[in-house]
């Protein structure tokens, strides 16, 4: 029987295939990320919205709550650069590392006496027993020299065998990553809407389905906030990236804290 642990090689996520997590959600990050975001650019954005706010909200803090939401949405985003541009940067590399190796790996008699007179000497100033050691042994720093010159033709093979097993990208993925990067939007907003407007997020089929005569509440405030903070007037296939945003902010729910988004596993009163 299969271990219910065992899983395909093609299936792994590595733990490196993650965004970079240098940066810390301190509040004051994540305000500088989308200094647009403002109180009163939401303010302008929301002019004429159907919902009221829920007491004990306003748009003082809506405008806050968005602009520190969608500033950590956009620190889980990785760089779009193409697996085309990945092969060609570390066979480029590789052919440097393959060319330094060939440059030292040459044997020059007079540059190896050098490199050894030299590395000998210093070991003599450090320690002048060394003269009267039984055992022969190479000038310290001369065979770090000699193993790192062995490990420049590892790296070059390593790096020439990294850009062969780059996979190339499967059809519109640049597209395919814009739209991931909506859900995600979209997932972290579901919560702020929610707080702020008092009713749960939902998307319809506007306007592709006659039956739906205008977007639900959640649809328009998306549209009108991804406005402001990536100048996106007409998100394509809204629908349905919303409808995977709904699905996410039910099985994946977030937490807010001063509004700053962290993920977790259960719902969170806020």
Same mark, same amino acid.
């Given at each position: ?11 792994? %996520?590595?733990?490196?295939? %993650?965004?970079?997590?240098?940066? =810390?959600? &301190?509040?004051?990050?994540?305000? +500088? *990320?989308?200094?647009?975001?403002? /109180? ?33 949405? /956009?620190?889980? %985003?990785?760089?779009? /650069? ?24 040459? &044997? ?6 050098? +490199?050894?007179?030299?590395?000998? +000497?210093?070991? @003599? ?16 720093? &001369?065979?770090? @020299? ?45 919560? $702020? ?12 089929? &506007?306007? #592709? ?12 405030? @998306? %549209?009108?906030?991804? *406005?402001?903070?990536?100048?996106? #007037? ?19 729910? $977030? ?12 719902? =969170?009163? =806020?």
């Amino acid at each position: 029987m299969e271990d219910e642990h065992d899983i395909s090689r093609s299936q792994l %996520q590595s733990p490196f295939d %993650q965004p970079d997590d240098d940066e =810390v959600f &301190y509040p004051e990050h994540l305000d +500088l *990320k989308l200094p647009m975001v403002s /109180t009163e650019a939401i303010a302008e954005a929301l002019k004429g919205f159907s919902l009221p706010f829920v007491q004990g909200k306003d748009v003082s803090w809506l405008a806050m709550a968005v602009r520190r939401s969608l500033g950590v949405a /956009t620190m889980f %985003q990785l760089p779009m /650069t193409s697996s085309s541009e990945v092969r060609t940067e570390l066979a480029r590399l590789a052919g440097f590392a393959e060319s330094t190796w060939i440059e030292l790996f040459q &044997y020059r008699r007079d540059i190896d006496r050098q +490199l050894m007179n030299f590395a000998f +000497l210093k070991d @003599y100033d450090e320690n002048p027993e060394c003269l009267y050691d039984d055992e022969f042994k190479l000038p310290t720093d &001369y065979a770090r @020299y000699k193993a790192a010159i062995a490990e420049l033709d590892w790296l070059g093979q390593f790096l020439r065998s990294a850009a062969v097993a780059t996979p190339p990208q499967a059809g519109p993925w640049r597209q395919s990553e814009e739209k991931r990067r909506r859900i995600d939007r979209g997932h972290f907003l579901a919560l $702020v809407f929610e707080s702020a407007f008092g009713i749960a997020v939902s998307a319809n089929n &506007y306007p #592709n389905d006659p039956r739906h005569k205008s977007p639900t509440a959640f649809m328009d405030f @998306y %549209q009108r906030i991804v *406005k402001v903070a990536f100048s996106e #007037n007409a998100t394509p296939d809204l629908s349905g990236v919303l409808k995977a945003s709904c699905q996410l902010h039910r099985s994946e729910p $977030v937490q807010l804290v001063e509004g700053i988004i962290l993920r977790q596993t259960s719902p =969170v009163k =806020v």
